[in-house]
């Protein structure tokens, strides 16, 4: 029982060590940079100009980020809102387009 015991107090103070070790081995993590409305705005970039579906997915992903993380408290009616808004002040006609063609509006005015 004794061997146990002296077994189980070597092994707790070796895996300890093993993790303070460990700790010292990573990285610090960076938090991605949001940018304010102004620069996102500038950086705007029109879907039909990103010649990937991959590089479109991204894109809007990034708009999602920075909506989620700069203006937390906007519905979603606001986020379709600026988003069509960003549309119209960078002239994405393409975009525009196959909106206006769309079957169903997403919201009857």
């Not at 975009?95 to 063609?101: K, Q, V, W």
């Amino acid at each position: 029982m004794k061997a146990i015991v002296i077994a189980f107090a070597a092994f707790t103070m070796l895996s300890g060590a093993a993790l303070a070790a460990d700790s010292d081995d990573t990285a610090p993590v960076e938090a991605p940079v949001i940018p304010d409305d102004a620069t996102f705005d500038a950086q705007f970039q029109c879907p039909e100009t990103i010649t990937g579906s991959d590089e479109r997915i991204e894109e809007y992903a990034r708009y999602v980020a920075w909506v989620r993380t700069a203006h937390p408290d906007w519905n979603f009616r606001k986020r379709l809102d600026v988003r069509y808004g960003l549309l119209k002040h960078h002239a994405c006609v393409g975009t525009l387009a196959n909106i206006a063609i769309s079957g169903r509006p997403v919201f009857r005015p």
